[in-house]
């Protein structure tokens, strides 16, 4: 019984999200934005979230001049979808509209070729790349067990050598792209203007003043301060409550 108002409960509730969901879309269609932005949010609240829906929303907040939330929601649906175009050139349209500019210092060396190459898929798609290359050292495995010609077993043999090393690479860069994904804290400046201060207190001298939208990476936690890097490799810390973690 007890399963049965499980399901009850869970097919109304992703009845209601997409109900919910195809109103925002309604009201934004009709420039309705406000009450779009509130339509998502009750999705939101039922536990529901895609890509999709932390997109419209980041359109909303944009079409309302709101920059912070824009780019927030922007980031949101790219830690969820980091290869969708749409999302990566309204970002980019919306970080336009930030005050400060930040220098971005690119990566070089092998740290950079490592992450450009698991960078290229979320850990889950390496996950089920290296079950693929499980399943093909099998195929490889069992017509080398089970081939009379001797070509075809040293071709079967070597399909398994490949295969191996596939599933080798494809596992750590599952392991690398999650760790990552795990370690990166980013977050966006929601503070109309905040400082970075050298110490986690209000008397520490002053780094740099950031304003809203800019986006900075945490890396620690003292009380109600935040450990924070930019962009550039500037470090600091900043009030908790002026920024807000996408992750």
């Given at each position: 019984?007890?399963?049965?108002?499980?399901?009850?409960?869970?097919?109304?509730?992703?009845?209601?999200?997409?109900?919910?969901?195809?109103?925002g879309?309604?009201?934004?269609?009709?420039?309705?934005?406000?009450?779009?932005?509130?339509?998502?949010?009750?999705?939101?609240?039922?536990?529901?979230?895609?890509?999709?829906?932390?997109?419209?929303?980041?359109?909303?907040?944009?079409?309302?001049?709101?920059?912070?939330?824009?780019?927030?929601?922007?980031?949101?649906?790219?830690?969820?979808?980091?290869?969708?175009?749409?999302?990566?050139?309204?970002?980019?349209?919306?970080?336009?509209?930030?005050?400060?500019?930040?220098?971005?210092?690119?990566?070089?060396?092998?740290?950079?070729?490592?992450?450009?190459f698991?960078?290229?898929?979320?850990?889950?798609?390496?996950?089920?790349?290296?079950?693929?290359?499980?399943?093909?050292?099998?195929?490889?495995?069992?017509?080398?067990?089970f081939?009379?010609?001797?070509?075809?077993?040293?071709?079967?043999?070597?399909?398994?050598?490949?295969?191996?090393?596939?599933?080798?690479?494809?596992?750590?860069?599952?392991?690398?792209?999650?760790?990552?994904?795990k370690?990166?804290?980013?977050?966006?400046?929601?503070?109309?203007?905040?400082?970075?201060?050298?110490?986690?207190q209000?008397?520490?001298?002053?780094?740099?003043?950031?304003?809203?939208?800019?986006?900075?990476?945490?890396?620690?936690?003292?009380?109600?301060?935040?450990?924070?890097?930019?962009?550039?490799?500037?470090?600091?810390?900043?009030?908790?409550?002026?920024?807000?973690?996408?992750?």
């Open positions: 019984m007890k399963n049965i108002l499980y399901i009850l409960l869970l097919v109304s509730q992703i009845f209601f999200a997409q109900e919910a969901f195809d109103k879309n309604e009201l934004y269609k009709n420039g309705k934005y406000e009450q779009a932005i509130d339509a998502y949010n009750s999705v939101l609240s039922a536990n529901k979230q895609s890509a999709e829906l932390y997109f419209n929303l980041g359109n909303c907040y944009y079409k309302l001049n709101k920059v912070a939330p824009a780019i927030y929601n922007y980031e949101k649906a790219l830690v969820l979808n980091p290869n969708d175009g749409d999302i990566q050139n309204n970002l980019k349209f919306a970080q336009k509209r930030t005050v400060d500019e930040i220098k971005v210092v690119p990566k070089v060396g092998f740290a950079k070729l490592l992450r450009d698991t960078g290229m898929y979320h850990y889950n798609s390496w996950a089920w790349i290296a079950v693929a290359f499980s399943v093909l050292f099998l195929v490889c495995f069992l017509g080398y067990y081939s009379a010609l001797t070509l075809n077993k040293r071709l079967f043999f070597f399909g398994m050598f490949v295969m191996l090393v596939a599933v080798a690479i494809s596992v750590s860069s599952a392991a690398f792209e999650k760790s990552y994904f370690n990166e804290r980013p977050a966006i400046v929601f503070a109309e203007m905040t400082e970075v201060k050298s110490e986690p209000k008397m520490g001298a002053d780094v740099v003043v950031l304003h809203e939208g800019t986006k900075v990476f945490v890396k620690e936690t003292v009380d109600n301060w935040k450990k924070v890097q930019l962009t550039d490799g500037t470090e600091g810390w900043i009030d908790s409550e002026a920024i807000r973690e996408v992750k």
